[in-house]
T-cell receptor, first 113, second 115 residues
Framework: AQSVAQPEDQVNVAEGNPLTVKCTYSVSGNPYLFWYVQYPNRGLQFLLKYITGDNLVKGSYGFEAEFNKSQTSFHLKKPSALVSDSALYFC???????????FGKGTRLHILP | EAQVTQNPRYLITVTGKKLTVTCSQN?????MSWYRQDPGLGLRQIYYSMNVEVTDKGDVPEGYKVSRKEKRNFPLILESPSPNQTSLYFC??????????????FGPGTRLTVT
C-alpha cells in the first residue's frame, strides 16, 4: 500500500538551532512531494514541493527539503529555528500518474526560546 | 483575495440528520478535495474532483457524498451522519498544472460534532 510516514510525533528544538522534520514515503513510480504547515486554528499552508530536478528545494519562511530517492525520504530542514516556527507540519505525496494525495500523520514542532 | 471558503465553520448535529458543508474557491482551480483531520491520524482524503462532473474516492469515502456541478463549488454531503464522523474537515483546491504541481490551497476548516 502507498503510504507516507512521519516517524516523530513531536520534535523539540532550541531557538537558533537547526531543525529537521523527517518524512519517508512508499509509493510506486516517481512521486511528487510536498510539505505543509498548520498553525493553531488555521488551515494548512503550502511550504515547498519536489517535482523533479535539483534534490534540494527551497520554500517559504527559510525552509528547505532534500529529496533522497535511494532512502525514499524528503526531510524538512531549517538552519536556524525561530519560536514562530512552532506548528504542525505535514508531509504529503502524490504518486506519479495518480490524482490521490496521501498525507503523513503530522509532526508537531516545538521551538523552545 | 484568492481564497477557499467553507461553511459552516462549526456544526453540532445529531445522528442521522443530513447535512451539507459547502466549499467554494475563487481561483478557477480544476482540482478540489475534501479531507478529514483526526488526532493521531493526520489528514485523510475523502473525495477529490479533477474538474466539473468528475469526482473520485479518496481513502475514506464511506458515509460521504460529493458533487461538482460548478467549477468553484465542491460541497460535502453527509446523508446520515454518525458519531464516528465527528472530525475537523478541510476543503482544498489547486490548479491542475502540467508536471503534477498540485500544491493545494486550504480552507479554514469545519469542525463537525455528531452526537
Amino acid at each position: 500500500a502507498q503510504s507516507v510516514a512521519q516517524p516523530e510525533d513531536q520534535v523539540n528544538v532550541a531557538e537558533g538551532n537547526p531543525l529537521t522534520v523527517k518524512c519517508t514515503y512508499s509509493v510506486s513510480g516517481n512521486p511528487y512531494l510536498f510539505w505543509y504547515v498548520q498553525y493553531p486554528n488555521r488551515g494548512l499552508q503550502f511550504l515547498l514541493k519536489y517535482i523533479t530536478g535539483d534534490n534540494l528545494v527551497k520554500g517559504s519562511y527559510g525552509f528547505e527539503a532534500e529529496f533522497n530517492k535511494s532512502q525514499t525520504s524528503f526531510h524538512l530542514k531549517k538552519p536556524s529555528a525561530l519560536v514562530s516556527d512552532s506548528a504542525l507540519y505535514f508531509c504529503a505525496v502524490r504518486p506519479h500518474r495518480d490524482d490521490k494525495i496521501i498525507f503523513g500523520k503530522g509532526t508537531r514542532l516545538h521551538i523552545l526560546p | 483575495e484568492a481564497q477557499v471558503t467553507q461553511n459552516p465553520r462549526y456544526l453540532i448535529t445529531v445522528t442521522g440528520k443530513k447535512l451539507t458543508v459547502t466549499c467554494s474557491q475563487n481561483m478557477n482551480h480544476e482540482y478540489m478535495s475534501w479531507y478529514r483531520q483526526d488526532p493521531g491520524l493526520g489528514l485523510r482524503q475523502i473525495y477529490y474532483s479533477m474538474n466539473v462532473e468528475v469526482t473520485d474516492k479518496g481513502d475514506v469515502p464511506e458515509g460521504y457524498k460529493v458533487s461538482r456541478k460548478e467549477k468553484r463549488n465542491f460541497p460535502l454531503i453527509l446523508e446520515s451522519p454518525s458519531p464516528n464522523q465527528t472530525s475537523l474537515y478541510f476543503c482544498a483546491s489547486s490548479p491542475r498544472l502540467a508536471g503534477g504541481t498540485y500544491e493545494q490551497y486550504f480552507g479554514p476548516g469545519t469542525r463537525l460534532t455528531v452526537t
